[in-house]
Nanobody
Framework: QLQASGGGLVQAGGSLRLSCAAS????????VAWFRQGLGKERDFVAA????????DYADSVKGRFTIFRDNAKNTVHLQMNSLKLEDTAVYYC???????????????WGQGTQVTVSS
């Protein structure tokens, strides 16, 4: 029910925009979050946005560089990633949950991942 896209290869300092497309029911009624998982690492919280868009939460490692926002008309949640660093390299996943949460285990719905690779 969720589909992530927009990953790719980018140089350090560059930008990418990820998109998470979902059904209208999920986009309008659920918290949508982004997580990422580096090779051999756990799946970590990146950012989340409430159903109304009025609340947003970010991991400390991405604050000031990443922005999560909604386009409800297109049933899509985006993650704008600027000033990318080598350590941002990971598979990025979008997920949905009825309430704001930062643990991957709490999320009901998941999209497939999209690979983001940041090169030097």
């Amino acid at each position: 029910q969720l589909q992530a896209s927009g990953g790719g290869l980018v140089q350090a300092g560059g930008s990418l925009r990820l998109s998470c497309a979902a059904s209208g029911r999920i986009v309008r009624g659920y918290v949508v979050a982004w997580f990422r998982q580096g090779l051999g690492k756990e799946r970590d919280f990146v950012a989340a946005i409430s159903a109304s868009g009025g609340m947003r939460d970010y991991a400390d490692s991405v604050k000031g560089r990443f922005t999560i926002f909604r386009d409800n008309a297109k049933n899509t949640v985006h993650l704008q990633m600027n000033s990318l660093k080598l350590e941002d390299t990971a598979v990025y996943y979008c997920a949905a949950h009825p309430s704001l949460a930062t643990l991957a285990s709490e999320y009901y719905y998941w999209g497939q991942g999209t690979q983001v690779t940041v090169s030097s």
